[in-house]
């Protein structure tokens, strides 16, 4: 059972920034995807941004795409979605999620039934 830990959300002004990080509790590598979602109050959970980490190909949902980098640092097992130019609508829990390989799919469209291991989640508030 694979155990993720997200941290670094927080509040935030419109405008500002912040780098999320995920940890597995073992070593994940090529046969999984992970990805990055977020549930605000009210809403589904929306995929953001996603990696194959077999080929490092990524995905992005519209609404971050150009805002939201999703990356990977092997030697500290961690992924991180580092989350520019944030905006008030932003404002959600941020969930880290790892998906074993399956099939090749968009893992952002794929949808949350695809993921196997979710974290906990962080939350991030972004204020005007």
């Known amino acids: 059972q694979v155990q993720l830990v997200e941290s670094g959300g927080g509040s935030v002004q419109a405008g500002g920034s912040l780098r999320l990080s995920c940890a597995p509790s073992?070593?994940?590598?090529?046969?999984?995807?992970m990805g990055w979602f977020r549930q605000a109050p009210g809403k589904e959970r929306e995929g953001l941004a996603c990696?194959?980490?077999?080929?490092?190909?990524?995905y992005y949902a519209d609404s971050v795409k150009g805002r939201f980098t999703i990356s990977r640092d092997n030697a500290k097992n961690t992924l991180y979605l580092q989350m520019n130019s944030l905006k008030p609508e932003d404002t959600a829990m941020y969930y880290c999620a790892a998906a074993v390989f399956r099939r090749w799919m968009d893992c952002v469209a794929a949808g949350t039934d695809e993921y196997d291991y979710w974290g906990q989640g962080t939350q991030v508030t972004v204020s005007s």
């Open positions: 990696e194959y980490l077999g080929t490092g190909r990524t």
């Open positions: 073992e070593d994940i590598r090529d046969n999984y995807y």
